[in-house]
């Protein structure tokens, strides 16, 4: 047996409209929830990594989608292009990688407020 355990956690992509407070805590109370479960029942220290702050793009296997015959380029996440099926959303537009940027930063602050401000310790499991 290992002498700790790995526990990452997040969203598959992070979409602009997704962004707010609520869900970057939610995300957050969910990885340390699952942390203290695997704490207890492995006993063994718990090693966790968000998968948030950054995770905007989408790999493709296919460049372009195909929807009752009609041929756009494929959504690849929010910091590429729309998720729209329209030849205006599927544009790649380099100015989404500033927004992408900016609420990157705005998430990693509010983890950092959660994490220092007490809200990861454990005397505060019930608030969970």
């Known amino acids: 047996m290992g002498q700790g355990f790995l526990l990452m956690g997040g969203d598959c992509a992070e979409a602009f409209n997704e962004f707010s407070v609520n869900h970057i805590r939610d995300t957050f109370r969910v990885i340390l929830q699952m942390a203290l479960i695997l704490t207890y029942g492995g006993g063994v220290p718990v090693i966790k990594i968000g ?15 195909v929807k009752d015959g009609v041929a756009l380029p494929s959504y690849r996440g929010d910091i590429i292009n729309g998720e729209d ?16 940027y900016h609420q990157s930063s705005q998430t990693l602050n509010i983890l950092r407020a959660f994490s220092m401000g007490g809200y990861a310790d454990i005397s505060r499991l019930h608030a969970w």
């Not at 998968?51 to 989608?65: L, T, V």
């Open 85 to 100: 099926f329209t030849p205006e959303s599927r544009i790649h537009n380099p100015d989404r990688m500033l927004l992408a």
């Open 51 to 65: 998968r948030m702050a950054g995770q905007f793009a989408k790999p493709r296997s296919d460049p372009d989608e």
